[in-house]
């Protein structure tokens, strides 16, 4: 059919993408984190061991796509510095969450390291790393929300300037480049939801019982199948 027609090769594209096979990958390891603790409160039926193993699996296969990220987000920081669209708070907050998550990164790939006995490191040790990385993670979702809401500030304003001449008089916008806008504002709306949906992931995982693991691995599932959504909206 046209729809199988149209599917097949946006699936293709998806997963050819690192950031859709790691987006896809933290989607299973969040649905068996959410099953494992459903089964812990005997929610679900199901008690399947390999449950753990494919959740721990995924994780470590994120970090290995995530390896090289950091070149990723300088590319970021030199085109936000670049961009003369933006503000300099814009600019500030961007090039802070990028920052954030490279700090993020490098922690994590020490805790990589240890999983492979390459980088011996103690348990109060591997704490403290996790804590510092899970830190940055917090710190990211902060900035990207503070440059998201200035964002969406400066297109709300875009649009009132667009539609302040009435179609069809001299000097109007075409109604497909207000369309566009409007676009751009769904996405950063989209990108919102899911930043403020992780952050009791982040907490959880920052100070593990402040919440419950079923409501952080329930969060974690539903951010997850958002970061899917937007990965597969840009294919």
């Known amino acids: 059919s046209a729809m199988a027609g149209d599917t097949i090769p946006h699936v293709i594209t998806f997963f050819s993408k ?19 603790e459903l089964n812990r409160k005997s929610l ?17 296969t994120r970090k290995v796509l995530r390896f090289t990220k950091h070149l990723d987000l300088l590319t970021a920081i030199s ?18 969450a990028s920052l954030s998550a490279m700090i993020y990164f490098f922690f994590d790939h020490l805790l990589y390291f240890s999983k492979l006995s390459i980088l011996k490191m103690s348990t109060k040790g591997g704490d403290m790393v996790d804590f510092l990385a899970n830190l940055a993670w917090l710190f990211e979702i902060l900035f990207t929300l503070m440059n998201d809401f200035m964002a969406m500030h400066r297109l709300q304003l875009e649009i009132q300037l667009m539609k302040a001449v009435p179609q069809g008089q001299e000097g109007s916008y075409p109604q497909s480049e207000i369309d566009a806008v409007q676009g751009d504002q769904r996405k950063i709306m989209l990108n919102i939801l899911r930043c403020v949906l992780d952050i009791p992931v982040c907490i959880s995982a920052l100070s593990p019982g402040t919440i419950s693991p079923v409501s952080a691995a329930s969060f974690g599932f539903v951010t997850s199948f958002l970061g899917v959504v937007q990965v597969w909206k840009s294919c």
Do not use: H
Request: aromatic share 12%.
């Open 79 to 96: 085109k936000t510095l670049q961009n003369t669209n933006l503000s300099s708070a814009e600019k500030f907050y961007r090039c802070a």
């Open 18 to 36: 690192t950031a859709g096979r790691e987006k896809a990958c933290r989607l299973l390891q969040y649905s068996m984190n959410t099953l494992i």
């Open 44 to 60: 679900v039926p199901w008690n399947y061991d390999w449950f753990s193993e494919v959740a721990s699996n995924m994780s470590i």
